[in-house]
Nanobody, 116 residues
Framework: QVQLVESGGGLVQAGGSLRLSCAAS????????MGWYRQAPGKQRELVAE???????NYADSVKGRFTISRDNAKDTVYLEMNGLKPEDTAVYYC??????????WGQGTQVTVSS
């Protein structure tokens, strides 16, 4: 089991930016993919962005062109750069790690609130 610790959430105005960080307790090469999910009140948790062990990113259509996922292997950290934030981006954002048999680990989450 890996520990994932998110940071960087907060309150921002529409159009603003935030950078989320996810620090893992062991090498991120242990996982086939690292990603960010979000969950708004009354809604299902959804994939926001994912980066594979090979470095290929995937994005939800709703954030494509605005968010960028990246990683720093030396720091065992995954980042989510969020630009052009919209009120509908308001949610708790969770870091996720997926292993070779598709088991998932989750962080506690960090709140992102975008005011209009």
């Amino acid at each position: 089991q890996v520990q994932l610790v998110e940071s960087g959430g907060g309150l921002v105005q529409a159009g603003g930016s935030l950078r989320l960080s996810c620090a893992a307790s062991r090498s991120i090469f242990s996982f086939t993919a690292m990603g960010w999910y979000r969950q708004a009140p009354g809604k299902q948790r959804e994939l926001v962005a994912e980066i594979t062990r090979g470095g290929s990113p995937n994005y939800a259509d709703s954030v494509k062109g605005r968010f960028t996922i990246s990683r720093d292997n030396a720091k065992d950290t995954v980042y989510l750069e969020m630009n052009g934030l919209k009120p509908e981006d308001t949610a708790v954002y969770y870091c996720n790690a997926e292993d070779v048999v598709l088991r998932r680990s989750w962080g506690q989450g960090t709140q992102v609130t975008v005011s209009s």
